[in-house]
Every structure is written in C-alpha cells, then in structure tokens.
Nanobody
Framework: QVQVAESGGGSVQAGGSLTLSCAAS????????MAWFRQGPGKQRELVAA???????NYGDSVKGRFSISRDSAKSTVDLLMSSLKPEDTAVYYC???????????WGQGTQVTVSS
C-alpha cells in the first residue's frame, strides 16, 4: 500500500507563483511514477504534470512553460512549481502515485489552489 499526501495549496494573485508538494509513504519502492491532476469548479479532472521514476516528464497543454514538476526519490516527494498563475488555474490539485500492481493508482486528498485576478 502507498499513502500520498499533498501540501502547499493556498491563495495567490494572478501572475504569482506557488509550489505544491506531494509526499509518498508506505511501499514507496513500488512507485513507478507520480503525477499531479487538478479539478476546477464544474470541470473534469485533468492531468497537470507527470514524472516517471526515470525522470521523464509530461505536462498538460494548458500549463506547459509555466509549471515544472520535480522528484526527490530519496525523500519520496514530488514538487510542482507553478508560475505565472492564472485565475483558470484555480482548482483542487491532486497527487497520484502509480504502481505496477493493483490497485495501480493511489490518490491524495487534494489541496485547494485559488488564483485571484
């Protein structure tokens, strides 16, 4: 089993920056990749950024060039640096860990990010 916990959410003005952190615990050696998703009001959950155990990254189109994901394997943490924030980035941000065995995905409880104009 893997446990995932997010931190670092809050309120920020448009154009500002915020860093979210995700800490994994439990059977962390089984983790193959970690990712950030978000769900805005009335919207579906969408991929924000992902990183594999080998460090390969992938970003959602709406955040490319503004957000950066990084992973500290020694600390089992994944950070999401968000810059040039826009009001449309307002959402609950979720961290997800992926393992090769069922149930395959482990989600955190989410952290709220609010960007005001």
């Amino acid at each position: 089993q893997v446990q995932v916990a997010e931190s670092g959410g809050g309120s920020v003005q448009a154009g500002g920056s915020l860093t979210l952190s995700c800490a994994a615990s439990g059977s962390i050696l089984n983790i193959r990749g970690m990712a950030w998703f978000r769900q805005g009001p009335g919207k579906q959950r969408e991929l924000v950024a992902a990183i594999t155990s080998g460090g390969v990254t992938n970003y959602g189109d709406s955040v490319k060039g503004r957000f950066s994901i990084s992973r500290d394997s020694a600390k089992s943490t994944v950070d999401l640096l968000m810059s040039s924030l826009k009001p449309e980035d307002t959402a609950v941000y979720y961290c997800r860990a992926t393992t090769p065995n069922s149930p395959y995905y482990y989600w955190g409880q989410g952290t709220q990010v609010t960007v005001s104009s």
